[in-house]
């Protein structure tokens, strides 16, 4: 694993993160906010982090070649692909994709017409979600193009973050009311279970039309050592939601809950990108290096941020 590949995973997996804060914020806001205060003030912090993330995306971009075969004219793709992924064209798809984002992000936190916000927001980020999840991930192996792939990419982007947001709340001192704990509880469920049905039916639509480009994906990723990948990750996410179901789940049950969404998100995620090589001490380091910054700004950005302790206490 070379340096740029440190970059690309740390780069998709964070801004993933920040795009799936958006989705969560926005639907909490279409939804009235009843389940979203306890942890509105960790969702838009970690959305605002976007116009650091987009310095990694500069850092990133002077070593496409690293990390997509396409970027030096590999691949033999048709025409009109080939076309598509140019580095050019590429790069100013990226940009656009992260500078709707980051608009988002500061709209959102700054309007007080939330609910229109959202409704517009979510009309944008969609499209934007599903394009960015090929450009930047299914593209690696570009013969593949799946319309599905970016709605179940982003679903998990937002599960992970609410669990991240839930996590941070619970360990908080001010607890949020029972109420709101619950309700909370059933949009972690829902994501959750909408997740892995999305994943599901992608996987359902490959072998059912006998896709030759959509089995291959799969079966690179079908190697024992893959497959117990994959067998942990939908375990973990077995766990998660067997800890969910029951209505009125403890603090600690939803602790346990998230931080096994969380898990299977990470294992998962590792799953779908398939590093090449085995990283090395130094680039494990530099992952928890650049994890770690971000994870200081999102801190700070947090403290900026209002906590509305008396919202999330309060009986919807």
């Not at 958006?22 to 942890?39: C, I, R, T, Y």
């Not at 690293?66 to 100013?92: I, M, N």
């Not at 599903?130 to 982003?154: I, K, M, N, Q, T």
Request: aromatic content about 10%.
């Amino acid at each position: 694993m070379n340096t740029m590949e440190v970059f690309y995973i740390v780069f998709v997996g964070l801004t993933g993160l920040a795009m799936g804060s958006l989705v969560v914020l926005m639907l909490g806001h279409l939804m009235s906010e009843h389940w979203l205060a306890p942890v509105r003030s960790e969702i838009e912090a970690t959305a605002l982090t976007l116009p650091l993330l987009l310095l990694l995306g500069i850092l990133l971009a002077f070593g496409l070649q690293q990390v997509f075969p396409w970027a030096s004219g590999r691949g033999d793709l048709p025409p009109l692909r080939a076309a598509f992924l140019s580095p050019v064209f590429y790069l100013l798809r990226s940009t656009v994709y992260l500078g709707i984002c980051v608009a988002l992000a500061f709209w959102l936190t700054r309007t007080r017409h939330v609910r229109r916000a959202s409704a517009i927001g979510l009309a944008c980020l969609i499209p934007v979600m599903s394009l960015s999840a090929y450009d930047w991930v299914l593209s690696r192996e570009p013969h593949w193009w799946s319309s599905l792939f970016g709605f179940a990419f982003g679903l998990s982007e937002a599960l992970a973050a609410l669990s991240i947001a839930i996590l941070v709340t619970l360990l908080k001192v001010e607890p949020a009311s029972p109420m709101r704990l619950k309700s909370l509880e059933r949009a972690l469920l829902t994501l959750a279970l909408l997740s892995v049905w999305t994943w599901f039916a992608q996987f359902l639509i490959v072998w059912l039309a006998n896709l030759p480009q959509g089995a291959e994906w799969y079966a690179r990723r079908s190697d024992p050592e893959s497959l117990a990948l994959v067998a942990v990750s939908y375990g973990l996410m077995l766990a998660a939601i067997l800890v969910l179901v029951p209505s009125g789940v403890s603090r600690i049950g939803m602790i346990v809950g998230s931080a096994l969404a969380l898990l299977h998100h990470g294992t998962h995620f590792v799953w779908i990108l398939q590093p090449k090589g085995r990283p090395s001490w130094i680039d494990l380091g530099l992952m928890v290096g650049l994890v770690g910054l971000w994870g200081i700004a999102l801190a700070l950005v947090m403290r900026r941020r209002p906590t509305y302790a008396e919202e999330a206490a309060t009986e919807p």
